[in-house]
C-alpha cells in the first residue's frame, strides 16, 4: 500500500452469529473498513472502484471486502460510485474539517421489515414503553460510568465523592415519568462523570473543565467529540445489519434529524469504549498537546495524529473480551451487534431489554 495516498486500511473481522440469532446474515466473510484521510475524488471504473488523490495517485478498493468508508479529507464522490456502493451494501460516513461527524450515505437498507418498523413505531408512539427504552439507555451508560470511576479510584484517584453522587442520581431514573425529566437526570450524571476527568487524566495539558461542542474549547473535548462520533459511526453502520430503522429513536426524540437509534445505543457504550480509550491515550503519552492544530482558529489533530488515534480506536474495537453472560468472548465490535440483537428480541415481545453494563 502506498502511504502516499494516505488511505488507511483496517481489518474488521465480523464473529460468527449465535445459532438462536433472529437475523440471518449472509456475508459470513472478514468485511474492512477504510478511512481516507487525503483529498481527492472517489470514481468508478467498469467494476471496480478507486480513490484518486488531487496529485493523479489511485488506490484501488477492494469492494467486495469493505462494509463502510470514513472519509475525513475533502472527498468528492460521483454518481456511478454511490450506485456502486448500493449494489456492494457499503456505508460512507463524512467527518468535516473539525473532524465533526457530518452525516451518512446510507445504502438502501437490505434487512429492512415492515414488521419491525411497525414495532418500533408502536414502542416511540406508546409513551410508557419509550419511557422504559429510553431509562434502559440512560441506567446502562450511568452504570458504566460508575465502573469506570470504580476502575480509577482502585487505581488511586480520589473518586468517592462523585462516585457517591453519581449513585445517588442513578436510584432517580426510576422515579422520573417523562423523557424530559429523565434527559434532565442524564445531564446531571454527565456533568459529573465528566468532571471527574481531572481526577484520573494525568496530564495537565488535558485538563477538562467543562464539556464544550462544536467547537471544543480545549484538547481534552475535541478528543472526546472525535471519539464519540466514531462510535455513532460504529453503531449506525451495525444497524445496517439488522431489521432496525435508525430513525427511530427513545431517548434521542425522533423528528427530522436523519437518525436517533444510533445515538441512544452509543450512549452505553461511550464510557464503557471511548473514555476508556481516552484515559489511556492520554495517560500513556500516546496523545500529547503537541498533536493538536490550533492555528485556524478550532482544535483539530493532526493528520498523523489523527491516524494513530483511528488505529488505536479500531484495534479496541477488534479486542476480544470475554462476556459472562454469553459464556464466550466477543470483539466490542460485535458487542455492539449483540446489544442491537437484543433490543430486536424487546421489541418483538421475546425477552425484556437490560442495557450492556462492564463486567470489570
Known sequence: ???????????????????????????????????????????????????????????????????????????????K?????????????????????IGSYYPREHYNSGY??????????????????????????????????????????????????????????DEVRTVDELMAIEGNIKDIYYKSFDKIIKNSDFRFEKRTKRP??????????????LIYTEVLSAIYKTHLDPRIGYLHTTNFRRFTLNLDVAEIFKPAIGDRLIFSLI???????????????????KENAMKEIVKKYDDKMNTTIKVKSLKRKVSYRHLILLELYKLEKHLMGEEPYEAFVMEW
Not at 456502493?85 to 473532524?99: A, C, G, K, S, V
Not at 434502559?136 to 482502585?154: C, D, M, P, Q, T
Not at 500516546?286 to 483539530?300: E, H, L, N, Q
Open 283 to 301: 495517560n500513556r503519552g500516546v496523545v500529547k498537546k503537541s498533536d493538536f492544530d490550533t492555528r485556524s482558529g478550532g482544535i483539530r489533530f
Open 116 to 173: 419491525m418498523i411497525l414495532k418500533q413505531a408502536e414502542f416511540y408512539n406508546d409513551y410508557g414503553k419509550r419511557l422504559e427504552l429510553a431509562k434502559a439507555f440512560v441506567r446502562g451508560a450511568s452504570k458504566n460510568a460508575i465502573k469506570n470511576l470504580k476502575y480509577h479510584e482502585v487505581r488511586g484517584a480520589e473518586l468517592s465523592d462523585s462516585l457517591d453522587s453519581l449513585s445517588d442520581l442513578s436510584k432517580l431514573l
Open 1 to 79: 500500500m502506498s502511504l502516499s495516498v494516505r488511505l488507511f486500511l483496517t481489518q474488521r473481522v465480523i464473529f460468527p452469529f449465535p445459532e438462536n440469532c433472529i437475523i440471518i446474515f449472509s456475508n459470513g466473510i472478514n468485511r474492512k473498513s477504510v478511512y481516507i484521510f487525503s483529498s481527492g475524488e472517489i470514481k468508478r471504473k467498469q467494476n471496480t472502484v478507486f480513490f484518486e488523490t488531487k496529485t493523479g495517485k489511485k488506490k484501488y478498493l477492494p469492494v467486495e471486502n469493505i462494509s463502510e468508508i470514513l472519509l475525513f479529507g475533502e472527498v468528492s464522490v460521483n454518481k
Open 81 to 101: 460510485a454511490l450506485e456502486f456502493f448500493t449494489q456492494n451494501e457499503i456505508i460512507l460516513h463524512f467527518f468535516n474539517y473539525y473532524d465533526y461527524y
Open 216 to 229: 471544543p474549547k480545549n484538547y481534552i473535548n475535541s478528543m472526546i467529540s472525535f471519539i464519540n462520533s
